[in-house]
């Protein structure tokens, strides 16, 4: 039996190179599944379904589970989903190159040390160890990569807007020449990216943030060789620079993660010069709540955040949070919803959420996708309810 554009079982398997039981062990996984199942039980498969099978073979080369994979990947044929997918797994391979270097970097070095018959070292073998351990963190950073991404896109593509957040940001700091900057949990330095051509020549701004591969993802797209940003892994709640460093100090929408608030704030007071100001951005309890809504009216068991992080820090009790700290502050609000009229960029958003969601939407992708459209065909508002704190010594 032959379909247009449907291949079967075993056509499929030699396009990829692998087993038909391969393809097969896929399909029981629930990974995998064919496009096409004829009543006698033969399978088919499409051009879509073999580009999800790209995606699987290259997580599971990465070393990632098959539990892992499943939650990372939907069998969905719109171009935008795999778009994206395919430019996150190139940060992902280029991670793993960079980590690999590392490691023959230090395999080097120690056989080196061998040959030389000098007196082995073990800090160099335990760092090795710890190089060839750090596949282990890629699962985090992958979809902590993806996560942010997908939240950054929704606001970017579809806000009214049209300046835009991050251009927002950075002209409410009015960064002058020669300043010295911290920002606190950089992300993959979106704030930056966007206004590169705007930072003087003469600033030295530094980016931090606890993970390693957020660092790797900023310097990487800010580019390895501009002179005026440094890259720093550290918990804010410790901030190893000396007093009075910085005249500018950054948290964009990284309190709210902040589990010992007034240590963090003890910290930027410390590292301010006399002068220096504190901008600390967060959202308020009418932010996104459209989208909650929805999520609630398809299944009232999700919940899109495992807590209410504006109950820690938000635009309601923000103010009484750093005044202990800093005497002067100001809160400037960020006028802007989002109007869209398509599912995709919608459903995308949700799944990076960091609630229960993909629990219970996973296995019932279609009929969500389906209930999303129907929700955005004509146009879906979704407030937003953000701001910064600007505080002064």
Known sequence: MKLP???????????????????????????????????????????????????????????????????????DADSHFLLHSLTLQKKLVQDRIEQMQLVEHAIEDTMQAIQAGSQTDWSQILELIHLTGMEKSLKSQYQDATNLSARIRLHRDYS?????????????????????????????GALWVENLQAIPASCSITLSDISEGMLRDARRTIGQDDPRFSYAAFDCCAIPCPDASFDLVLANHVLFYCHDLPSVFREVRRV????????????????????????????????????????????????ALLHPFFPQIHCVHYEDAIEIDRAEPLIEYILSCHGNQNQYLLDRYHEFRSFTEQKTSSGFHITKDAGLFCCKL
């Not at 498969?45 to 080369?61: E, V």
């Not at 006399?274 to 909650?292: L, N, V």
């Not at 999520?295 to 923000?318: A, C, H, P, W």
Request: net charge negative; proline share 3%.
């Open 160 to 188: 009214v807007n049209q300046q835009g957040w991050f251009p927002w940001v950075f002209e409410q700091c009015q960064i002058c020449p020669g300043m010295r900057i911290l920002e606190l949990g950089c992300g993959d």
């Open 5 to 75: 554009g449907y291949y079967s079982s075993g056509q499929f398997a030699r396009m990829a190179n692998v087993s038909v039981r391969t393809v097969r062990f896929y399909d029981r996984q629930n990974i995998l599944k064919p496009s096409y199942v004829t009543p006698s039980g033969a399978r088919f498969y499409t051009d879509s379904d073999f580009a999800r099978l790209q995606q699987i073979l290259l997580l599971k080369y990465l070393g990632f589970s098959l539990d892992d994979i499943r939650e990372l990947t939907i069998n």
């Open 272 to 319: 301010l010069r006399p002068d220096g100001r504190f901008f600390c951005s967060t959202y308020g309890s009418a932010h996104m709540r459209e989208i909650s809504s929805l999520v609630q009216e398809f299944d009232s068991r999700i919940v899109l955040s495992g807590e209410t992080l504006y109950e820690r820090f938000g635009l309601e009790n923000g103010e």
